[in-house]
């Protein structure tokens, strides 16, 4: 069975996160965990001064964020009503990713869904600033889910990598089995600039095509072409359902998820965005 968890704020970009998860699972067995932490407003060093008994703040806060997350369930129950789901409601006075952390590991969480602003041009931030330090400083899948997308089957899966990666890595089993499910065919995209690959990068590609011997798979090659321009050309090119990448301890991933502007994007989280860590447990 598997165990999800989805953070919310109560927004209709959290909610459509969750809505997207509930898609995506709806055939399988799946607990999923409502999160909602809060920091009353008034809860801070000024207010502390001068009321040495904040409780009363707290308490508030604490039941409005039960009752809109009982909510929120009620929500979910009406418009899909899936026997195959349960959900634990779990409220939080705490900040969202030191929450998150600790909750993965008390619930031996799976996957985490989570929905984010995504780009409206092409000078804007990559990703959501709570799911960019969710993917740095969490040991978890995460997949970020643009606001406004509706569910699409993800049948067409864009993998961008350098190969810099382990195929031992215990997540991504995960990654196949969305392809198994959706029956999805998988284009595994490298991007470079004349440079071969080693021997190394090329001894993991010729892993990554045997573990996916079952699925429908492509290699491909965006020569001349950093990640960013590869996969927005790619974009424009292919209708794409899921863009996959792993977070690993190279350079990769982190200049491209990290880059605080990045003026070639207009597409990237057009879709959602499943990002697999690497085994190593990030600080």
Known sequence: MKRILLPTDFSDNAFNAIKYALNLFRDEEATFYLLNTFTPVSYHTGYLIENPAPYGMEDI???????????T???????????????????????????????????????????TKGATGAKEVFIGTHTM????KVNCPVIAVPSGFTFEEPKDVLF????NLSVDNKYLPFVKEICDKYICRLNI????????????????????????????????????MDVLDAVEDFQKKYTINLLVMIHNKHSFFENLLFKPVINQIAYHTNIPFLVIPSEKKMQ
Do not use: C, W
């Not at 961008?160 to 190969?163: A, L, N, V």
């Open 61 to 71: 806060a604490m039941i409005n964020s039960k009752r809109d997350v009982e909510q």
């Open 73 to 115: 369930e009620e929500k979910i129950k009406e418009e899909f009503d899936n026997p195959k789901h349960s959900f634990v409601r779990l409220s939080t006075f705490n900040t969202l990713i030191g929450e998150i952390k600790e909750v993965v590991e008390k619930y031996n969480i799976d996957l985490i869904v989570m929905g």
């Open 133 to 136: 330090y969710t993917i740095k």
């Open 160 to 163: 961008p990598t350098d190969y």
């Open 189 to 224: 995209l490298n991007a470079y600039y004349g440079v071969a690959l080693d021997s190394e990068q090329q001894k993991t590609k010729e892993r990554l095509d045997e573990y996916f011997k079952d699925n429908a798979h492509i290699f491909h090659i965006a020569e001349g």
